[in-house]
Nanobody, 124 residues
Framework: QVQLVESGGGVVQAGGSLRLSCAAS????????MGWFRQAPGKAREFVAAVSRGVITTNVADSVKGRFTISRDNAKNTVWLTMSSLKPEDTALYYCAASRSLFYDVSPTAYGDWGQGTQVTVSS
C-alpha cells in the first residue's frame, strides 16, 4: 500500500494556472502507475491524466488536452498535475491515485490507493 498526499489546490480566476503535487510514501513509488482524477459536486469521479510506472506512457482526458500535463519524478516519489488556461468547469476535488496493476489503465477501478483530494476552484 502507498500513502498519497495532494497539495497545491486553491482558488484561481479563469485563465489562470495551478500545479498540483502528490507526494507518495510506502512501497516503491516507481512500481505504481499514477493518475489524477476529479469529482465535481453531483458528478461522477472522472479521469484527468495518468502516467505509467516507467514514464513511458501518459494520457490526458480530451477535456483537458493541451491545458493539463502530468509528470512524475520517481526519485522524489512525486507526481504533478500542471494546469493552465483553467476554466470554471475545471472546478472539482482533485485526487491522486496509484495502481499496481500489471497493465496500465486509466479507469478509476484500476487504482487501489487514493489521496484525500485537493480542492480546485476556478472563478469566472
Amino acid at each position: 500500500q502507498v500513502q498519497l498526499v495532494e497539495s497545491g489546490g486553491g482558488v484561481v480566476q479563469a485563465g489562470g494556472s495551478l500545479r498540483l503535487s502528490c507526494a507518495a510514501s510506502g512501497h516503491t513509488f516507481s512500481s505504481y502507475h499514477m493518475g489524477w482524477f476529479r469529482q465535481a459536486p453531483g458528478k461522477a469521479r472522472e479521469f484527468v491524466a495518468a502516467v505509467s510506472r516507467g514514464v513511458i506512457t501518459t494520457n490526458v482526458a480530451d477535456s483537458v488536452k493541451g491545458r493539463f500535463t502530468i509528470s512524475r519524478d520517481n526519485a522524489k516519489n512525486t507526481v504533478w498535475l500542471t494546469m493552465s488556461s483553467l476554466k470554471p468547469e475545471d472546478t472539482a476535488l482533485y485526487y491522486c491515485a496509484a495502481s499496481r496493476s500489471l497493465f496500465y489503465d486509466v479507469s478509476p477501478t484500476a487504482y487501489g490507493d487514493w489521496g484525500q483530494g485537493t480542492q480546485v476552484t476556478v472563478s469566472s
